[in-house]
Nanobody, 119 residues
């Protein structure tokens, strides 16, 4: 059974940091590009960061550039999102996504983890 389980969310003050984890199982992790998305209340889900299957290439959206870093450990079947200098606008449910490196029509999603940035 394919599973993506996010963890590490919580309440943090502005300027603080969190490290999200996404543990994958049920598929060959190293064959999949991984991404983090987020969705704030009333907003559409948006891409935050992505990393290729080997970890050779990473990318983050402009709104989090310089603050967020995506990484993966294929030996642990886990992808991470290090979030620094958090802002209230970062408040959202963060979702982990897996997309096959070749079969781009196949996507897996986690259940999400809540990140709340508030004083």
């Amino acid at each position: 059974q394919v599973q993506l389980v996010e963890s590490g969310g919580g309440l943090v003050q502005p300027g603080g940091s969190l490290r999200l984890s996404c543990a994958a199982s049920g598929f060959i992790f190293s064959y999949y590009h991984m991404s983090w998305y987020r969705q704030a209340p009333g907003n559409e889900r948006e891409l935050v960061a992505r990393i290729t299957n080997t970890g050779a290439i990473t990318d983050v959206v402009d709104s989090v550039k310089g603050r967020f870093t995506i990484a993966r450990d294929n030996s642990k079947n886990t992808v991470y999102l290090q979030m620094n200098s958090l802002k209230p606008d970062d408040t959202a449910v963060y979702y982990c996504n897996a997309a096959h490196q070749f079969w781009s029509g196949i996507d897996y999603w986690g259940q999400g983890t809540q990140v709340t940035v508030s004083s």
